[in-house]
């Protein structure tokens, strides 16, 4: 999975009140691999952090394991914060 996080900024042109992504912050990323990752209940986490001033990347931390003290608090749903809405 890959979470693109933006800052925000108000929509000038909409006729009411709106926010909407303005630049890059980060990019975070989780990989699920049993064999690879035992350690981690099989998860793997990066994060990089955005710096527009050179248009590079940032690591945010070391290591595969850099999340998984995070998503322990939500093992019980598989490592993952987000829950998909009922359609």
């Given at each position: 999975m890959v979470k693109v996080e933006w800052t925000q900024t108000q929509n000038k042109t909409a006729p009411y009140f709106v926010m909407i992504p303005d630049?890059?912050?980060?990019?975070?990323?989780i990989l699920k691999d049993s064999k690879r990752f035992p350690k981690t209940h099989g998860w793997a986490y990066a994060a990089f952090d955005y710096d527009p001033a050179s248009a590079t990347f940032k690591p945010r931390g070391t290591g595969a394991t850099c999340g998984y003290a995070c998503h322990s608090g939500v093992a019980a749903q598989d490592y993952i914060f987000t829950h998909y809405p009922k359609r």
């Open positions: 630049k890059l912050a980060r990019l975070a990323f």
